[in-house]
């Protein structure tokens, strides 16, 4: 925590810049309480900061606005961003798994999210290239082997994780995860993703993940993208599947209009969490 609470606005917003700069991204939350000031006094400094050109103004906190497109965010900055609508998805994305199946879940935040709730689903064949992810079953089996849940043995996911280099994301790519990928089959995918739209598709900022991704997506029956509403309109440096590749998306209720429309023309299974579904006779 910054002990001068008198800071001059100058200040405090260069102290901003660095911290967007040096970690990849910053949180609200977190400038409060290093800088001892109050949440308006800070999102009153992006503003500015933003309006300048310096930083990009996203839900929840800031990211450097050099090279948007290419830039990935730190797994703990982007886990600050839509927390509500992430857990909402996760929530009903993991009706979509069908018990005895085989998986497979890709990086970011919104599987992380998932992960937690795949715990209920019982005897799962789970194959990620997630640490995050991974480490959500491991724990889970850990605690039920010491009798800390309670759920039989028998129930639990066969977890797999793929090899690979670490992103800033905690994702493992590159080519011995492709190579782990490509020989498998997947009843069913869960994909996160950077950035949506009409034509890049599905986007991620690094272009490692981009072919993992792409390898995910070839070796799965179906295809869920588990995206909240802000990656609408997002493009990545690297695009590594159509619109058309998606078999159901999973969303928050945010989403807009025109791209509900998008994925209506392209018979794309819309489930929006929160939302009841639309009457198959209407």
């Known amino acids: 925590m910054v002990d001068n609470q008198n800071l001059l606005a100058e200040q405090r917003r260069a102290l901003i810049l660095d911290e967007v700069r040096r970690r990849g991204g910053v949180r609200v939350n977190e400038l409060t309480r290093r800088l001892n000031v109050s949440d ?12 300048q050109g310096m930083i990009e103004k996203v839900h929840g906190g800031a990211l450097p606005v050099s090279d948007a497109s290419a830039h990935e965010p730190g797994f703990e900055v982007k886990s600050g961003l839509e927390p509500s609508a992430k857990a909402e998805i996760a929530k009903a994305a993991a009706e979509l798994a069908v ?16 992960a937690q709730r795949l715990l209920e689903v019982p005897e799962l064949t789970v194959v990620t290239n997630s640490v995050r ?6 724990n889970a089996q850990r605690a039920a082997a010491s009798g800390g849940d309670g759920r039989p043995p028998a129930e639990a996911a066969t977890v797999v994780l793929t ?26 995918l869960f994909l996160g993703v950077h950035g949506i739209s009409v034509e890049a598709g599905l986007s991620t900022p690094n272009l490692a993940e981009a072919e993992t991704n792409r390898h995910f997506v ?8 588990v995206a909240d509403h802000t990656k609408w309109g997002t493009v990545g440096l690297s695009s590594f599947a159509a619109l058309d590749d998606v078999d159901v ?23 929006v ?10």
Request: charged content about 25%; cysteine-free.
């Open 218 to 225: 070839r070796s799965a029956r179906r295809v869920v993208v």
């Open 163 to 188: 090899g690979g280099m670490r992103t800033p994301s905690d994702t493992l790519v590159g080519p011995v995860a492709d190579a782990a990928i490509r020989s498998l089959h997947f009843d069913l």
């Open 249 to 271: 998306l999973v969303t928050d209720a945010g989403l807009s209009a025109e791209a509900r429309a998008e994925f209506a023309e392209r018979s794309t299974e819309l489930l």
């Open 40 to 51: 308006m006094t800070v999102r009153r400094d992006l503003d500015a900061l933003a309006r």
């Open 133 to 138: 992810v991974a480490d959500v079953f491991y």
């Open 99 to 114: 018990p005895g199946s085989a998986i497979a879940l890709a990086g970011g935040t919104t599987a992380y999210a998932l």
């Open 273 to 282: 969490a929160g939302e009841a579904a639309p009457d198959a006779d209407s």
